[in-house]
């Protein structure tokens, strides 16, 4: 199995980014991001079941970001509005083989693969 995260980069606060991750390998249960400050615990963002796409958004992010699928080419996508530099972070996309509880959704340990990260830099 390989995550492949892209489409990180330098934007101004307000502004938008869309991240990609390429899943390869095998059907998943559950993908999602994380995002990781050199120095800090890494922390959910945004979950999505592979089946019927029902969502889940960490609290900081909800209303400004959308995670979405494309089933057909094994992406998943994070539209990321209305940017803060608090965003700023390395984002990480994970994918679990099997279908996560709904209340473990934000809980890193139940993802089993990992991308490489991709570096958001939101700038004031």
């Known amino acids: 199995v390989q995550l492949q995260a892209s489409g990180g980069g330098l934007v101004q606060a307000g502004g938008s980014l869309r991240l990609s991750c390429a899943a390869s390998?095998?059907?998943?249960?559950?993908l999602g991001w994380f995002r990781q400050v050199p120095g800090q615990a890494r922390e959910f963002v945004a979950a999505i079941k592979w089946s019927g796409g029902s969502t889940r958004y960490a609290d900081s992010v909800k209303g400004r970001f959308t995670i979405s699928k494309d089933t057909a080419a094994k992406k998943v996508y994070l539209q990321m509005n209305s940017l803060k530099p608090e965003d700023t972070a390395v984002y990480y996309c994970?994918?679990?083989?099997?279908?996560?509880?709904?209340?473990?959704?934000?809980?890193?340990?139940?993802?089993?693969?990992w991308g490489q990260g991709t570096l958001v830099t939101v700038s004031s």
């Open positions: 994970a994918a679990r083989s099997t279908t996560i509880i709904w209340e473990f959704l934000a809980d890193q340990q139940q993802y089993d693969y």
């Open positions: 390998g095998r059907t998943f249960g559950n």
